[in-house]
């Protein structure tokens, strides 16, 4: 995967431009092992709560065999340490331990047990949040090698294989994002030592290569998204952004074409909304004037406003990359603060008169694991956007925004086109970690992957 250095604008205001800092590099493999007898620097076990045996054995894993057996090669350190961690297998619980140095004993340094609630999981989401465990673990641990495995998988799984496909891609996908850090702008970053990932088992399937460089495409296309709108205004200029697109359609121009709007083509294809927007900034097409009012305007993280294009970038850099035999077009933006008061910081709002439309990006978003909601185009919302001296407003009232929003679009597309907006204000940012989530990406890509298929 390439690393991603914003193409700097003068003048950059004194800021330090950003470093080249190369994303996570992992390769993935499948190994047909016994977890006793797999080598490297940590290996990650996923528990559910049903591996665990509350009966007095010598192992508290008797409903696992094959993390009994380990426990077992381990003089009982698995069973003691989860003990002593109060350790069930809930969702979101995790007990790691150093292993004392007994040559001949085992072949790996460290052993991190990972809860996965009371069945396995059903979401790409939760398998994706896994995966980040295992990188927290990886990362603390600074090892060159990790393992994952399942301690006792459920009695369908092997009936399943596109369930375990699925899985394991989500997996790699969490790992390869939870490694993943944003330093371009610090004067240190942290070192990325995790450089290979094993998938322990035999029941996979043959498919499971395709699957996690699948996986591998699509979370180096989130992270380049995500470096999109953490990039301060003054570095990722229109300009910085048109060239990104250049290099997305050069790169992969088998499948790509870019075309670049200046400020003249805006004005020929009467673009005027776009143009006034735009009209205050010394950067071409110029923009934009700060008119945000009141002592909370949050006008420091207008950047993440370009997460739609940056969605759009991420999915077209992995369908470049991925090749799939059809393209589609889809309208993603951060359009509203409004969608984010209705749906929340973590769901995006999805407009379109269109039920079939919506039924193939339902599937595509269920396969990603990320979050979208069906609100109404409620034509009656459309009273209050009626102007006395123009054909329309531009915005009505709080009430329904992200609804009179989505009613304001509908007025320039042909009825004929089948179409649907996105507003993604909410879930294009993660406020409590401070930094862009590169939203969008994963279901533009299965939505593409759907519609060529």
């Avoid at 995967?1 to 004194?14: F, K, V, W």
């Avoid at 398998?127 to 990362?139: F, I």
């Avoid at 994002?177 to 070192?191: C, F, P, T, V």
């Avoid at 034509?379 to 929003?405: C, F, R």
Wanted: glycine fraction near 8%; charged fraction near 20%.
């Amino acid at each position: 995967m390439e690393g991603h250095t914003a193409a700097a604008a003068a003048p950059t205001l004194g800021l330090t431009m950003p470093n080249v800092v190369d994303p996570p590099q992992v390769a993935f493999a499948v190994k047909d092992v016994d977890l006793t007898e797999w080598e490297g620097d940590i290996l990650a076990v996923l528990v559910t709560e049903n591996n665990l045996s509350t009966a007095t054995s010598s192992s508290r894993f008797t409903n696992a065999a094959a993390l009994a057996k380990l426990d077992g090669e381990l003089g009982g350190l698995l069973s003691e340490a989860s003990a002593e961690e109060d350790f069930t297998g809930r969702a979101g619980q995790s007990v790691a331990l150093r292993l004392p140095t007994a040559p001949g004993r085992h072949g790996f340094k460290r052993v991190c047990l990972i809860g996965v609630g009371n069945n396995t999981p059903s979401s790409a989401a939760a398998y994706r949040s896994l995966g980040e465990t295992v990188a927290a673990a990886a990362k603390s641990a600074q090892a060159r090698t990790a393992a994952v495995a399942l301690a006792f998988p459920p009695p369908d799984w092997i009936h399943q294989e596109d369930h375990r496909l699925n899985a394991a891609a989500a997996v790699a996908s969490g790992l390869v994002l939870g490694l993943h850090e944003d330093s371009r702008y610090k004067s240190e970053s942290k070192k990325l030592h995790l450089k290979q990932v094993d998938f322990i088992g035999s029941d996979y399937g043959d498919e499971l290569d395709t699957k996690l460089k699948y996986a591998n495409h699509v979370s180096s296309a989130v992270i380049f998204a995500k470096e999109l709108v953490n990039s301060p205004a003054n570095v990722l200029t229109p300009a910085a952004l048109a060239e990104e697109a250049s290099k997305i359609a050069s790169t992969y121009s088998d499948v790509l074409t870019a075309t670049i709007l200046d400020e003249e083509k805006c004005r020929e294809l009467k673009m005027g909304s776009y143009l006034a927007v735009a009209a205050a900034s010394a950067n071409p097409p110029h923009g934009g004037y700060n008119i945000k009012i009141g002592a909370v305007t949050t006008i420091e993280l207008m950047k993440k406003d370009m997460g739609g294009s940056a969605a759009v970038f991420g999915a077209a850099k992995a369908l470049g990359q991925i090749k799939p035999p059809g393209v589609e077009i889809i309208d993603l933006a951060t359009l509203t603060g409004y969608c984010r008061i209705a749906l929340g910081p973590s769901i995006a709002g999805i407009l379109t008169p269109s039920d079939e439309l919506d039924k193939e990006v339902a599937a595509a978003y269920e396969a990603s694991g990320e979050k979208f909601w069906r609100l109404p185009l409620e034509e009656t919302y459309w009273e209050q956007m009626k102007s006395s001296v123009a054909d329309m407003l531009n915005t009505g009232s709080p009430l329904g925004g992200a609804i009179t929003a989505g009613l304001f679009l509908k007025q320039f597309v042909d009825e004929k086109v089948q179409w649907m907006h996105i507003d993604m204000a909410g879930p294009v940012w993660n406020y409590k970690k401070q930094q862009a989530t590169g939203f969008g990406v994963s279901t533009l890509v299965e939505w593409v992957l759907i519609n060529s298929s």
